[in-house]
């Protein structure tokens, strides 16, 4: 191969690798007025921080579905609770009402649920209480 061939084929692999990284890259989603740091700072929702939340991220749940898990970790904080299924599929829990950790009597708990598919992709967000 001559030398101005190999050169072009290095620019062109520079120039697919730097539009591949640029694609991959997304800022970060942010729901508007939703407090992230309010909502992390109440695991298993111990205080109640998060039920004030709620609302919020079901009237923007568009922006959450089709995330990565990692955004929604990035978005929403460390689940409480995951439970694997079939084909890499998994549920994600984030617990509104106080529960069991908190050493609550109250005998409903109410929980924020996300679902990912198996290409790791938020499929439903719903609530869901447990009697």
Not at 50 to 73: G, M, N
Not at 113 to 122: D, H, I, L, P, T
Request: charged share 20%; hydrophobic share 35%; proline share 5%.
């Amino acid at each position: 191969m001559n030398r101005p061939l190999i050169s072009t084929l290095h620019l062109i692999t520079c120039f697919i690798v730097a539009l591949i990284s640029v694609g991959c890259t997304s800022s970060p989603v942010q729901l508007n007025n939703f407090d992230a740091r309010s909502w992390k700072s109440d695991p298993n929702g111990c205080n109640q921080k998060r039920s004030q939340w709620v609302p919020v991220i079901l009237e923007q749940k568009d922006k959450v579905l089709a995330l990565s898990e990692t955004a929604v970790i990035d978005l929403l904080g460390k689940p409480d609770q995951i439970e694997l299924y079939k084909r890499n599929q998994k549920l994600y829990h984030y617990q509104i009402s106080p529960g069991a950790p908190c050493n609550s009597k109250d005998s409903v708990e109410t929980e924020l649920q996300v679902r990912f598919n198996a290409m790791g992709r938020a499929k439903e967000i719903y609530v869901n209480t447990i009697e």
